[in-house]
């Protein structure tokens, strides 16, 4: 089955950016979308399709991704991103939903 | 906006049966997917599966053997059963509102836990 791969963890300071990765085999061909979990919560869609933002989300939010690796990046950290960030796709060869491991944004 | 609210018991007996159900308002259940999606403690996020107002499903293919859902769509709700438990289906269950653009709208989750 397909598999999606995230670091454990990034720090970043406050006012800079966060970039949070997840690979996958010709991640490119799917469509990514990214969740934000903040502590004793649930988890809250930040970025879909790739690189649309819901209604809400700052623009700080943004999706890329090329080749084997789709990346969220955050600019301008806030001490209130703090939080686990999961990629997710569809897989198509088995018709269902994958998350990644989860990346633990800490703001320093 | 879609709310959706989990409910079920909050404590199973190992080899018994979880259910749980998830309540929707502010959009009716003939839209979208419905899916199950399971948290254990410390840990990342696990689809269970989903199902459309048809019936139609998919499973988590690592839990299929044990997962049923079901919709009502007469009292806008849908459902989760999974049987014979352990003590690794232990997690923060919740329930959430989506299409292939991802999960839009998400249950605030209910903890099960699995213990005699």
């Known amino acids: 089955s397909y598999v999606l791969t995230q670091p454990p963890s990034v720090s970043v300071a406050p006012g800079q950016t966060a970039s949070i990765t997840c690979g996958g085999n010709?991640?490119?061909?799917?469509?990514v979308h990214w969740y934000q979990q903040r502590p004793g919560q649930a988890p809250v869609l930040v970025v879909f399709?790739?690189?649309d933002r819901p209604s809400g989300i700052p623009e700080r939010f943004s999706g890329s991704h090329s080749g084997n690796t789709a990346t969220l990046t955050i600019t301008r950290v806030e001490v209130g991103d703090e939080a686990d960030y999961y990629c997710q796709v569809w897989d198509t060869s088995t018709d269902h939903w994958v998350f990644g491991g989860g990346t633990k944004v800490t703001v320093l | 906006q879609v709310q959706l609210q989990e409910s079920g018991p909050g404590l199973v007996k190992p080899s018994e049966t979880l259910s749980l159900t998830c309540t929707v308002s502010g959009s009716s259940v003939t839209s979208f997917f419905w899916n199950w999606i399971r948290q254990p403690p410390g840990k990342g996020l696990q689809w269970i599966g989903h199902i459309y107002d048809s019936g139609t499903t998919n499973y988590n293919p690592s839990l299929t053997s044990r997962v049923t859902m079901s919709v009502d769509t007469s009292k806008s709700h849908f459902s989760l059963r999974l049987t014979s438990v352990t003590a690794a289906d232990t997690a923060i269950y919740y329930c959430?509102?989506?299409?292939?653009?991802?999960?839009?709208?998400w249950g605030q989750g209910t903890l099960v836990t699995v213990s005699s």
């Open positions: 959430a509102a989506g299409g292939y653009s991802g999960h839009h709208s």
């Open positions: 010709n991640i490119v061909r799917k469509s």
């Open positions: 399709d790739d690189r």
